[in-house]
């Protein structure tokens, strides 16, 4: 690339890092309980398709039903992780998930009700709905905000620091060659979790087959981790379990008609292990393993309406299911759908991984709030759980943004623009970001608890996966870009690299196993909860990760800063 970057500063209120749904959220929230204040969202893709729902749901899977309580579902999150979970995160979500589905209705959802006028239940905390538009009935509500800017194919690469506290952050844009410098009094991350550090079930030109969203890379948690905020349970990793190949969901079939778990035998296998989530991946992996399976989901007899309505179901979600289906003429009440376990994945709104932050969701680093899958603490969340964090930031924002935001470091910018076009120029790189990247996946995969280990680590195999990635990372450091959008794709692989040393790290400080499948230590396979009902919690000094012990937060106590 020949042209120069040119340098554009940008000054706003209130500064949000990623347009999914604890990004609108947020934007939205602080619309409305402020009369005045600007809002800029900077968006890797565009906000109309991004994030987690750029495809849509069929349901909102947290919301409370007639006869539950907020409280109650603190308690099915604090059993689903084994009680390593932020309580006091847990119940401010909680009480916010059913405004969150009706403020969605009242943007135009369609949610599907009784003919009471409930909305109708899938299951003890689901809610039905029609929701391939959900995002872009998210992202119309926020573009008619006149007070919200939106920067679409705008790749944020790293924070604005001073003194502990964020003052905004750089980005690259997509399209043109421009580095922004955007500066403001209160930034939120709402940039999702991370795919991509493992090898997936599908590797090569499939790669994109997975059940997380290949474009989030981790930026955020990276991001976060080389300023040295404080994250925590990074060791809690998400593995989903899915039907085989496709890598379509499988909860439409265990609730929409109670579809089991069972082994080659006709064996129903779940009870023996659990009905946690990791637990059910754990049992399908055993039974593999011990030469029981292939394992499958028990869907033969099933009668034909139920039938017809699962092949509806999964045209409307996962459509390369329902195209299978037809095109072997084994539909679900013929042959009973094989399942596997996805490679593992750090997200914070099925897990507790993340962000360490307070009741009103500010990390450690002043001014910077962390919402939606990048926030630690409160698993669980699901979209419902993403818009009513984002809320909470939306109105915890208003505390900064009464001063003006920072003016911004033009000769600091000036630094990073050099040293960027030294990347876009250099012509004698000897590696490229798909080949690191396939190695970076390689070994986490054979290393750090991928698929091909059965999602079993130890600590010898952890800190060859340590000492391997610290190369890879040197490696990536003299990579070679054409042009802004190749350059991106260096920031990603950093980024997945930054987060991959962390994961391996509270991999190694958890000695013992308390999510089997999810951090399966093979040098400690029990549980030890008299040393281990704690957070372990990692903060980067001087370059090395300094790993923290912190007691568990209860509902009724508060952790704030």
Not at 26 to 55: M, N, T
Not at 270 to 278: F, M, V
Not at 344 to 354: E, L, R
């Amino acid at each position: 690339m020949n042209e120069r970057l040119t340098i554009e500063a940008i000054a706003t209120d209130f500064l949000i890092i990623g347009g999914g749904t604890a990004g609108c959220a947020a934007a939205l929230s602080f619309c409305e309980s402020s009369a005045s204040g600007s809002v800029l969202i900077a968006e890797k893709a565009h906000i109309k398709r991004s994030g987690c729902l750029a495809a849509g749901v069929n349901a909102l899977n947290a919301y409370i039903v007639p006869g539950k309580t907020p409280e109650s579902y603190v308690d099915y999150a604090r059993a689903d992780a084994e009680g390593i979970v932020r309580e006091d995160l847990l119940i401010t979500m909680a009480r916010g998930l059913n405004a969150a589905a009706e403020k969605l209705e009242a943007l135009g959802l369609t949610m599907l009700k009784n003919p009471d006028g409930t909305y109708a239940a899938r299951g003890t905390r689901n809610i039905k709905i029609n929701g391939e538009n959900i995002k872009p009935l998210l992202a119309a509500a926020v573009e008619s905000q006149p007070r919200v800017t939106v920067l679409n194919h705008v790749a944020v690469i790293d924070y604005i620091v001073r003194d502990d506290r964020v003052i905004g952050a750089y980005a690259i844009d997509l399209l043109k060659p421009v580095l922004y410098v955007l500066t403001a009094s209160a930034t939120l991350c709402a940039t999702g979790g991370a795919s991509g550090l493992y090898k997936p079930n599908n590797p090569g030109f499939s790669r994109h087959k997975m059940w997380y969203p290949p474009f989030n890379t981790g930026a955020g948690y990276a991001m976060g981790i080389r300023a040295g905020a404080e994250m925590t349970t990074l060791e809690m990793r998400f593995i989903a379990l899915r039907c085989k190949d496709t890598i379509a969901p499988t909860g439409t079939l265990a609730q929409g008609v109670g579809a089991r778990q069972v082994n080659a035998s006709g064996e129903i296998y779940e009870q023996k292990y659990g009905i946690t989530t990791s637990q059910r991946v754990h049992g399908t992996v055993t039974e593999n393993r011990e030469g029981r399976g292939p394992c499958a989901l028990k869907t033969v007899g099933i009668t034909a309406e139920h039938d017809e309505q699962l092949q509806r179901a999964y045209l409307n979600m996962a459509p390369l299911q329902t195209l299978r289906w037809l095109e072997s003429g084994e539909t679900p009440s013929v042959r009973n759908v094989e399942i596997e376990g996805t490679e593992p994945y750090i997200v914070g709104g099925h897990t507790a991984s993340g962000y360490w932050v307070s009741t009103e969701r500010e990390t450690t680093l002043k001014a910077l709030f962390a919402a939606g899958d990048v926030a630690g603490g409160a698993p669980q969340k699901y979209v419902t759980g993403a818009l009513a964090e984002g809320e909470i930031v939306g109105k915890a924002a208003l505390r900064y943004t009464a001063s003006p935001p920072p003016a911004a470091d033009l000769a600091e910018a000036e630094s990073l623009r050099v040293a960027l076009e030294q990347t876009l120029r250099r012509s004698d790189a000897n590696d490229t970001t798909d080949a690191l990247e396939a190695e970076m996946q390689s070994v986490m995969d054979e290393y750090a608890g991928g698929i091909s280990a059965d999602y079993r680590f130890s600590e010898s195999s952890l800190a060859v996966a340590d000492e391997k990635i610290r190369e890879i990372a040197r490696r990536a450091e003299v990579l070679a870009a054409a042009d802004t959008r190749e350059l991106a794709y260096i920031f990603e692989l950093r980024e997945r690299l930054t987060l991959a040393r962390s994961v391996i790290a509270h991999l190694r400080a958890r000695r013992e196993t308390r999510w089997h499948s999810f951090a399966e230590n093979t040098d400690y396979p029990e549980r030890d909860d008299a040393n281990f009902s704690v957070f372990v919690n990692s903060r980067l000094e001087n370059g090395e990760l300094k790993m923290i012990f912190r007691d568990l937060v209860k509902v009724g106590e508060t952790y704030e800063h």
